[in-house]
């Protein structure tokens, strides 16, 4: 019989295997429940392809996707490999082929999705076969900790019931360490030897920038990379077919792409893109599952993704080839609370709340940080990156300017420390740039000692500063929904003269005061509009008796008046307005903007 490299080379035509294949597949040759940890297009696939040929007799595969199977399944004929994928869409003389070739013993590889494979009758045909080995793909959809949860995943659990002495192969591009136990314990893997490849794409560049004018940018950086290929990832269907129509304008060659264009239409731009007729395709989520093009130059995010799972996994789309690619978000902060808003209002339970909350905050702090991205991203993933500057990312080749800024530093932990109790960012910029907003006299925070002792900063300014005290550890952020700050050991050690910090150095220019409405950040026309829905608050708080800030907070105003959302779909994408006060206040400030 061929050896596992003789099969490589006769079946695929590759003469090595990739780093972490070959132990792989031995475990799985010696009969070893396994999880595979491999970056996307680290060559899972083989990991189960090859044993499937050495075992003879059947191995199964769970895949979430019916696309993903037929172009495997493809793959493999194509190959001389015998597969097929059973599911809902084969006719009846598909189905009779495939009985037949389950009874003969010559299919190799069945795939099938997680919901068929636990269907009675299934299991009773598979009863009669020589199940050699079960592969489960995607394995992180197992786990309420991943990024794509699939609930009918869990019931593979039976799996390990039914066939005891069947060795099972999990697999999957994304795992953070609480996934892989995860996986380990919902799939009841026995003794499972684990292999973690490096999450670490050197070939990929990282870089996060502000996000100003989306479309300038990116017809910018396109202009400068023309005839390259790449993906731009957007929010929702409205963004990318805007951004598509933008560049389109321009005279690129760009499509959008989304789950609201047609089954028929969504082919061909996939096709259009893999044949280069065209360069750029702006996306929703929807788009790259198994797209296996080797040469995209680029993966630009035009707004924040939601969890670093995604990002990696989207970004891992980029330079397949091993070449030089770059990966750039576009970021806001404004993005960051409307996605926290979006999640607060997606009615998940408790924990997945908690959850999908501490998966932003960690994708924004991958954003707002001042260190390595690279290490970041790879901190997360558990894995540790050796050297403190990668060299390949925003942060490292242009590093910002730190200062010595102990005094702001001390100013801020001083301010943390008299509050009384835990608050958020935002009140306590307020307190020290003395603010005369309602929250700060509800709680009575003027009469404190620092109130106001910080108006030479501005509120962007301490927001950078505080990130930053939370990741050098002088201050800690707890809380998922509504995050507070507070004093940590070290901070108290800043504050005693024992230590001090080293912060990006202060903005200059002037500051803007508190209240003044210049501050708001926004033109003269919205800033009308801006003051007059603060009247229009204060007079249904007036006749409601409660404060205004209950109503909307600021925030909210300033991005109605910013945005003019013509509709309640519109108003919902505004930071702090959900279902309840949508259907409360929609209609009179929908009215109000409209009249504005
Ligand atoms: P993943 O599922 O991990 O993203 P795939 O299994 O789709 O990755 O493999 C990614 C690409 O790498 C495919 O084009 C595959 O043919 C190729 N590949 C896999 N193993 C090898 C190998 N040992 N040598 C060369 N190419 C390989
Ligand atoms: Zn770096």
């Known amino acids: ?31 070893n429940d396994t999880l595979a940890i491999l970056a996307t297009g680290g060559g899972k696939s083989l990991c189960y392809q090859l044993p499937a040929l050495r075992l003879g007799g059947l191995t199964l595969v769970i895949s979430p996707l019916i696309a993903l199977m037929k172009d495997q399944v493809d793959d493999l004929n194509r190959r001389g490999i015998p597969a097929a994928a059973w599911n809902s869409s084969l006719d009846s003389r598909d189905r009779a082929r495939i009985e037949g070739s389950l009874r003969d013993g010559t299919l190799r590889l069945l795939f099938v999705s997680p919901e068929r494979c636990v269907q009675a009758a299934f299991l009773k045909t598979l009863a009669t076969c020589p199940v050699r080995l079960i592969a489960i793909d995607e394995a992180h959809c197992i786990s309420a900790w991943g990024h794509n949860f699939r609930p009918e995943y869990r019931q593979l659990a039976q799996l390990r019931k039914i066939f005891p002495d069947v060795p099972l192969i999990a697999l999957t591009a994304t795992a953070t360490p609480e996934v892989r136990k995860d996986i380990v314990q919902q799939l009841g893997l026995l003794r499972a030897k684990e292999f973690v490849g490096s999450f670490n794409r050197t070939n990929l560049q990282y870089r996060v920038t502000e996000k100003k004018n989306p479309l300038v940018f990116l017809s910018n950086y396109i202009g400068q990379h023309r005839t390259q290929a790449g993906i731009i990832y957007c929010l929702s269907r409205n963004e990318a077919g805007e951004i598509a129509l933008g560049l389109k304008k321009k005279g690129f060659r760009a499509a959008a792409y989304h789950a609201g264009l047609p089954p028929s239409a969504r082919v061909a731009v996939q096709d259009a893109f893999l044949k280069g007729d065209v360069d750029v395709v702006c996306a929703t989520v929807a788009f790259g599952m198994g797209i296996d093009k080797p040469d995209v130059r680029f993966v630009i995010h035009a707004s924040l993704p939601r969890t670093l799972e995604a990002y990696y996994q989207e970004t891992g789309r980029a330079g397949r080839d091993c070449q030089y690619s770059e990966c750039i978000l576009l970021y806001s902060k404004g993005d960051a609370a409307r996605l926290r808003s979006f999640i607060s209002h997606d009615s998940l339970s408790g924990t997945n709340l908690k959850i999908a909350l501490a998966k932003l905050q960690a994708m924004t702090d991958f954003c707002e940080t001042t ?61 020290l740039r003395g603010s005369k907003g309602e929250k700060v006299r509800q709680y009575g925070l003027d009469g404190l000692a620092v109130y106001g002792t910080g108006k030479k900063y501005s509120k962007g300014q301490y927001r950078t500063w505080i990130a930053e005290l939370v990741r050098q550890g002088f201050l800690e952020r707890s809380g998922d929904q509504y995050p507070v700050i507070g004093l940590t050991g070290k901070g108290r050690e800043l504050l005693n003269g024992r230590l001090r910090a080293m912060l990006p150095a202060p903005e200059t220019g002037p500051v803007k005061d508190a209240d003044v409405p210049a501050d708001t950040g926004l033109n003269n026309d919205a800033r009308d509009l801006f003051l007059r829905l603060k009247d229009l608050r204060k007079e249904i708080a007036g006749k409601q008796g409660v404060q205004p800030y209950m109503i909307f907070p600021d925030r909210s105003l300033k991005e109605m008046a910013a945005s003019r959302p013509g509709d309640r779909e519109g108003l919902l994408a505004i930071t702090g307005v959900g279902p309840f006060k949508l259907a409360r206040y929609g209609p009179v400030f929908l009215e109000a903007i409209r009249a504005g």
């Open 371 to 431: 260190g390595c991205r690279r290490h970041n991203l790879l901190r997360y993933f558990g894995e540790a990156y050796p050297a403190d500057n990668c060299g390949s990312c925003d942060t490292c080749s242009s590093p910002p300017d730190m200062a010595d800024c102990t005094a702001a530093a001390r100013l801020v932990a001083g301010c943390v420390q008299a509050m009384p109790g835990r608050f958020g960012t935002e009140l306590i910029i307020d307190v």
């Open 1 to 31: 019989m061929d050896t596992a490299k003789e099969l490589l080379q006769k079946y695929w035509g590759h003469t090595a295997f990739r780093p972490l294949q070959q132990e792989i597949i031995g475990s799985v040759l010696a009969g």
